[in-house]
């Protein structure tokens, strides 16, 4: 999934920097210059609840967008729903299409 959303990103002409996980992209967003985060929700290690959290926490002021596409017992609505009330900018419930991505990529930015 990263390896898609990182293609239709770099073909919209978007520079990146990849995280593997959520204490990679922590690690990432505190010592580097981010305008925007886009963050899966359900990740090994730092889920993205808890990347999202630990954001805030340190006075993180870079928009986010959270994506998930749930998992057996807990749904993609409740976990996107989760990150809304805890502060992102946009949601996208996968799977998502290219202009979904763009709409929530320019609602975030805005």
Do not use: Y
């Not at 990347?51 to 993609?76: F, Y």
């Amino acid at each position: 999934f990263r390896g898609m959303m990182t293609q239709m990103l770099q073909q919209d002409h978007h520079q990146l920097t990849i995280a593997e996980n959520g204490q990679q992209g922590l690690n990432l967003a505190k010592n580097k210059s981010i305008d925007l985060i886009i963050t899966d929700i359900l990740m090994p290690g730092m889920d993205g609840i808890e990347l999202i959290r630990a954001l805030n926490s340190s006075g993180n002021k870079i928009p986010i967008i959270a994506v998930s596409g749930g998992r057996r017992l807990i749904t993609a609505d409740f976990n996107l729903e989760s990150a809304s009330l805890i502060g992102v900018c946009a949601t996208l419930s996968k799977p998502f299409a290219r202009n979904d991505l763009r709409n929530a990529i320019k609602e975030a930015l805005a």
